[in-house]
């Protein structure tokens, strides 16, 4: 008996346009809305995946330039702690000795700067039979880039070593007073700072 009204009742509403062209309406509506959900996704998956791809990118070279002058940096100080240690060693009553440097700050590099000057002039009808003369100065500097394989650096004229601040010095002659002050003569003298920035202590047997 159910099944018999179910029946006549989905005749009767076949025959209704208006529930028909309802459903059709609806039926387009949901499609619709399923294609642009999927596109959506789609387009938010492949920005996040040209994101990360380029912050990689942009991070890896960030880490390369970085990583580049730290070695420079670290290589000039390890010479100048090599070189004072062999100047030292060579002073009377010394012996052997063993350097730390501390460096105010890392290097700085001084780029090449292409200036440049230009002036125009505009000549203009003034309304009352004159002319008006008007001038405007452009002024601009450029940094010089050199090419370097595949990419592009800053042309450097000069680099400007880290300034030394304090020196400590283990020495086998240091328990002499005299051969104490001599070195710390010397190192104050070589990189023009106080005597009271060298510290020298006489090493262990």
Known sequence: MDNKKLSDNLKILSKNKGFINALIFLL?????????????KVNFSNNNNGNNGSNTNGAAEVD???????????????AQK???????????????VSVMIRFESGEVKVPAVDSSNQISKTVEDDGNGGTRTTEQESQGDTVVMSSNGSSSDPFITKVYNPAVTG???????????????????AVSKLYDIGLD?????????
Not at 28 to 33: A, G
Not at 64 to 69: D, F, M
Request: a negative charge; hydrophobic letters at 40%; proline letters at 1%.
């Open 167 to 185: 020196v400590i010095i283990t020495a086998e002659g240091a328990t002499s007073s005299k051969v104490k002050y001599e070195i710390q003569l």
């Open 28 to 40: 387009v509506v949901l499609f619709l809305w399923l294609v642009l959900t999927s596109f959506n």
């Open 64 to 78: 390369a330039t970085l990583s580049n002058e730290s070695k420079v940096s670290s290589s000039y100080e390890q």
């Open 197 to 205: 920035k060298v510290n020298v202590y006489p090493s262990k047997n």
């Open 82 to 96: 090599e070189e004072l240690e062999e100047i030292l060693s060579k002073i009377e009553g010394v012996g052997k």
